[in-house]
């Protein structure tokens, strides 16, 4: 592999928008660039399509939750599996080596110049990006939000997942909560908070732009299975942009010290 690859900066989505939501989508590809590796981890295709590589529906989600808000989105161009964003680089692997019981032979032994090149180049611009589109969404809007869109697999390790939505927090549940009211209130879904894994141990893209800044913010997370076609992309982005208009926007989402 070479010392430098190319860089792969995300996907934007009205950049200039003023609605004071931005919208991240860091697990959005399953895309393996060419210059890594001849675009090959050594994992099987079909486990390339699969949730190991991407969070499947999430992008589409992201896109058609952006439209009906007129919000940004910053949209992920590799897989997790070449770097996961979602992984705190100094006490984190952003280089699985193994998922779900699936191997990622390239990924075994990286050399600091190998792993650094991937910061580099997928890593760092990414989280440039997002850190610059929610600065201006800030300067925009006196209540800005920012809402990471990930989906979940039915069922891991044997074990089924019963939850059709989840938010994950940390620290800062003000936004997570807001959703799962709005949600609750309408409809009888079963509802996951801090599910199907914690915000506690996994929410790097959101404590960097959201939480670590006081801003209200929350990972939403979508069961697989109800995002396998274009209609259960625009119910969920509906869903959501619903719960959105619904929230005060102001008052209890108001930016707070951490």
Same mark, same amino acid.
């Given at each position: ?5 190319? !860089? ?11 609605? %004071?939501?931005? +919208?991240? &989508? ?17 994992? !099987?295709?079909?486990?390339m399509?699969?949730? =190991? ?7 589409? #989600? ?7 808000? %007129?919000?940004?989105?910053? =949209? ?6 070449? &770097? ?9 692997n ?11 032979? #390239? ?14 180049? $997928? ?6 990006? &997002? ?5 201006a969404?800030?300067?925009?809007? !006196?209540r800005?939000? #920012? =809402?990471?869109?990930?989906?979940? /697999? ?13 938010? +994950? ?17 309408? $409809? ?9 894994y914690?915000?506690?141990?996994? $929410? $790097? ?5 959201? @939480?670590?800044?006081?801003?209200? @913010?929350? /990972? ?14 625009? +119910?969920w982005?509906?869903? +959501?942009?619903? &719960?959105?208009?619904?929230? !005060?926007?102001? @008052? ?7």
């Open positions: 592999m070479p010392d430098l690859l190319a !860089p792969r900066p995300p996907d934007v989505l009205n950049p200039d928008s003023d609605s %004071g939501i931005v +919208l991240v &989508c860091d697990h959005a590809s399953n895309a393996v660039p060419a210059d890594l590796n001849g675009g090959d981890l050594g994992v !099987p295709a079909d486990a399509d699969s949730h =190991i590589a991407i969070d499947i529906g999430a992008e589409a #989600v992201t896109r058609a939750l952006a439209e009906r808000l %007129g919000a940004t989105a910053v =949209i992920a161009t590799v897989s997790r599996l070449v &770097c996961d964003l979602n992984r705190n680089p100094a006490h984190q952003p280089f699985p080596t193994h998922s779900d019981g699936v191997a990622v032979p #390239v990924n075994r032994a990286l050399s600091e110049a190998e792993r650094q090149a991937r910061l580099d180049a $997928y890593f760092d611009p990414f989280h440039d990006r &997002c850190g610059a589109l929610v600065a969404a800030a300067e925009r809007h !006196p800005p939000l #920012v =809402i990471a869109v990930h989906s979940f /697999t039915p069922v891991i390790a044997g074990q089924p997942r019963p939850w059709e939505i989840a938010f +994950l927090h940390d620290r800062d549940p003000r936004l997570a909560h807001a959703f799962l009211s709005e949600l609750d209130a309408r $409809y009888a879904f079963t509802l996951g908070d801090n599910e199907p914690s915000g506690r141990e996994l $929410y $790097y893209t959101m404590d960097r732009h959201g @939480q670590a800044l006081g801003i209200p @913010q929350t /990972t939403v997370e979508i069961r697989q299975d109800l995002l396998a076609s274009d209609a259960g992309h625009g +119910l982005a509906d869903l +959501l942009a619903e &719960c959105i208009d619904a929230m !005060p926007h102001g @008052q209890t989402m108001r930016p707070q010290p951490v």
